[in-house]
């Protein structure tokens, strides 16, 4: 089935530049992967977020999370738009609806992460995610940018860092937000929900064989941006 809502790609589109970023929770891709495209004037794919939007549009709908056929038509339904605020964040619209916070909770990332075990959910994003593809160029990323959804990107990293290091930068990036979280609780739901992705039959999280793997422990953000920026450049 192809989603009536993606146009279908120019020739230049179908050949613009892409750099992958995938890699764990936490392993810093989002705010690296923003920084990046902001530096190269890049488009930007936060490709967990359109996950995240079909778990909350599921919910929102009352839907069985168990129920394959009710969350593809909601994979392929759920209007889920990217909005730039003024304060520099990307504000996520589902079906109309500033749900960008409710998207950054644990809960909503291990909904994204059991729908995103259902093989036909992640068919259903496919053209959804290409069609982010545009000149002059793309940072994607997620789990599976590097292996499955742009396999001839010219550019791969795979960001990794200690569990206690990712779940730390979860816990300040909750705190920040207001949202209260407890740090044993966060730890261990982070390293379920990726033993989840990484053990999945479809599309697990590992990196391409042509990716290069970057360990951000005890990196700082300008550090880990500028490795990957050296490839690119
Ligand atoms: O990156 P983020 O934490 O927002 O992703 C939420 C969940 O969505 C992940 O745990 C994973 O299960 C799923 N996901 C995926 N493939 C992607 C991006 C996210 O399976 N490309």
Same mark, same amino acid.
């Given at each position: ?90 504000? &996520?619209? !589902?079906?109309?609806? +500033?749900?960008?916070? *409710?998207?950054?909770?644990?809960? $909503?990332?291990? /909904?994204?992460? %059991? ?63 207001? &949202?209260? !979280?407890?740090?044993? +609780?966060?730890?261990? *739901?982070?390293?379920?929900?990726? $033993?989840?992705? /990484?053990?999945? %039959? ?32």
């Amino acid at each position: 089935m192809s989603d009536p809502a993606v146009p279908t790609p120019s020739a230049d589109a179908r050949t613009a530049a892409v750099l992958t970023i995938d890699g764990p929770s936490g392993s810093g891709k989002g705010t690296i992967s923003r920084l990046i495209a902001s530096r190269l004037g890049w488009h930007y794919l936060d490709s967990g977020a359109l996950y995240r939007g079909v778990g909350v549009a599921a919910s929102w709908a009352g839907l069985d999370l168990a129920d394959p056929a009710a969350l593809v038509r909601c994979a392929f339904d759920a209007q889920i738009r990217f909005e730039d605020a003024a304060d520099g964040e990307l504000r &996520v619209i !589902v079906n109309g609806v +500033d749900a960008t916070d *409710e998207l950054r909770t644990e809960t $909503a990332g291990a /909904a994204a992460s %059991a729908i995103a075990a259902v093989p036909e959910v992640r068919s259903a994003l496919k053209e959804r995610q290409r069609a982010f593809r545009r000149p002059p160029g793309l940072v994607a990323d997620g789990r599976d940018m590097g292996t499955v959804i742009f396999p001839d990107a010219a550019f791969k990293v795979f960001l990794t860092a200690s569990p206690d290091e990712r779940a730390e930068r979860r816990y300040k990036q909750l705190k920040d937000k207001g &949202v209260s !979280v407890i740090f044993d +609780d966060l730890l261990r *739901e982070i390293l379920a929900r990726d $033993a989840r992705d /990484a053990n999945r %039959a479809v599309a697990p999280l590992r990196p391409a064989d042509d990716a290069v793997c970057i360990d951000t422990t005890g990196l700082g953000i300008d550090t880990v941006v500028e490795r990957v920026l050296a490839l690119v450049t």
